[in-house]
């Protein structure tokens, strides 16, 4: 049970570039999210999808898309990438009823 | 949308003293109140939580308390110990969307 997963652990990005966050999990949750924590901050929601085709904004959406994939999966895509995209990016699942989020190790990226 | 903010931003203590951290929250439909901590380059790691339903709730040294008619709410660590040096964040949620305060830097001076 490998719990939350995220691919890849660090990238760096010239800016302009693009590339796809990739997140599952093996827990059957139905909730899936996509938060980015820069320094200093709390982390802020991206996206959501409460269930298998449902997605969702969140505070700062603008720059990204996502996609629920399947029950498992749920990616991150960054179609242009700027510097202000530098961050820390977590993934993070919860059971449909339940409020505990499990989340993932995180993806360090960095744009220059 | 929800605004949680939290304070201080920094928190040092002796080993074995107390520790409170404070967040506030705006949106009275929030009803779920997690706190996390983290440590540097880990992912944040759920240590209590409390339900708009329920004033107070206790897990060994950790505490949280929760005032829903002020919006408010804090965690209390009693008897702390250097391993609980970390950065601890507060959350609030209508169950859908989680909005994070900006965490709390503490520091357990052994």
């Known amino acids: 049970n490998a719990g939350v997963t995220q691919t890849p652990k660090f990238q760096v990005l010239k800016t302009g570039q693009s590339m796809t966050l990739q997140c599952a999990q093996d827990?059957?949750?139905?909730?899936m999210y996509w938060y980015r924590q820069d320094p200093g901050m709390g982390l802020r929601l991206i996206y959501y999808?409460?269930?298998?085709?449902?997605?969702d904004k969140g505070e700062v959406p603008n720059g990204y898309n996502v996609s629920r994939l399947n029950k498992r999966e749920f990616s991150l895509r960054l179609e242009s990438a700027a510097p202000s995209q530098t961050s820390v990016y977590f993934c993070?699942?919860?059971?449909?009823?339940?409020?505990?989020?499990?989340f993932g190790p995180g993806t360090r990226l960095t744009v220059t | 949308g929800e605004n949680v903010e939290q304070h201080p931003s920094t928190l040092s203590v002796q080993e074995g003293d107390s520790a409170v951290i404070k967040c506030t929250y705006s949106?009275?439909?929030?009803?779920?109140f997690p706190w996390y901590k983290q440590e540097l380059g880990k992912r944040p790691q759920l240590i209590i939580d409390?339900?708009?339903?329920?004033g107070e709730k206790k897990d060994q040294r950790i505490a949280v308390t929760l005032n829903k008619t002020a919006k408010h709410f804090s965690l209390h660590i009693t008897e702390t110990q250097p391993e609980d040096s970390a950065v601890y964040f507060c959350?609030?949620?209508?169950?859908?969307?989680?909005?994070f305060g900006s965490g709390t830097k503490l520091n357990v001076k052994p």
């Open positions: 827990m059957n949750h139905n909730s």
């Open positions: 959350a609030a949620t209508d169950f859908n969307k989680f909005y």
């Open positions: 993070a699942s919860r059971e449909q009823g339940l409020y505990e989020q499990y």
């Open positions: 409390i339900r708009s339903n329920v």
């Open positions: 999808s409460a269930s298998e085709g449902t997605t």
């Open positions: 949106d009275s439909a929030s009803n779920y």
